[in-house]
């Protein structure tokens, strides 16, 4: 469902040399499947997320979610595949403050230039505990509460890909697994991939299958050297 084959990103340097990020010869993820990835800080976690979701452009190789590369796509193109196809749960929500919990969620929807189903948002609201805070802007609800929006938003279109960057964060530690077991639960009922960036060990114990990026990762210890 996913394949990366030798993707690589670098940034340019104030003194103009090239800084690698990421080098990646090759990674896969089945359709369904839910994997944690982990790494030590600066070792392109968020970079590499930021990629497959096309949010960042990389300077080389193939990214492939459902057999489409979406490197080769054109801009506008892309963002309307990520909107159809990947659910993006941010480590800071990114909720708009202006907008109720339903409206964050809906808004999600309107991006795919489809008419927004106000029927699924209600039920994903429910589904995560907030049928009884629809209409509730983002200062209203607890930061646990935001972060249930947040999933909420990212399983809008039903995506084949849920992206996780460190959900847990930001939730106070009585939460934590609470926004875990929403997560997996979701990507089970709706036959969902998941991979998920945390640096909790407690997180990523509760997962069959977790990758180390410094691994698979060869621009790391390019990196280091540098």
Same mark, same amino acid.
Request: net charge neutral.
């Given at each position: ?86 659910? !993006?749960?941010?480590?800071?929500? /990114? ?8 409206? /964050? ?101 509760? !997962? ?8 698979? /990762? ?9």
């Amino acid at each position: 469902m996913l394949h990366l084959e030798n993707v690589r990103k670098s940034y340019r340097e104030p003194n103009g040399d090239d800084l690698p990020i990421l080098d990646i010869e090759s990674f896969s993820l089945a359709a369904g499947e839910q994997v944690v990835l982990r790494g030590r800080s600066g070792c392109g976690k968020t970079t590499l997320l930021n990629s497959i979701a096309g949010l960042t452009t990389v300077d080389a190789g193939s990214i492939a979610i459902k057999g489409t590369d979406i490197v080769k796509l054109p801009e506008v193109v892309r963002d309307r595949f990520r909107a159809r196809f990947i659910g !993006f749960v941010f480590q800071t929500f /990114n909720l708009l403050p202006a907008f109720t919990a339903i409206e /964050n969620v809906l808004l999600g929807m309107s991006f795919t230039g489809q008419r927004p189903d106000v029927a699924r948002g209600e039920k994903l609201l429910h589904s995560v505990g907030l049928g009884h805070r629809l209409t509730h802007k983002p200062a209203a609800l607890s930061v646990g509460e935001q972060q249930r929006v947040a999933v909420a938003r990212a399983l809008a279109n039903k995506p084949a890909l849920l992206l996780a960057d460190e959900p847990t964060a930001n939730v106070d530690p009585a939460h934590q697994q609470q926004v875990i077991d929403l997560l997996r639960e979701a990507c089970d009922r709706e036959e969902i991939a998941m991979l998920l960036v945390t640096h909790s060990s407690e997180v990523a114990e509760q !997962f069959p299958r977790v990758e180390y990026l410094e691994k698979i /990762n060869r621009a790391v210890g390019l990196a280091v050297a540098h």
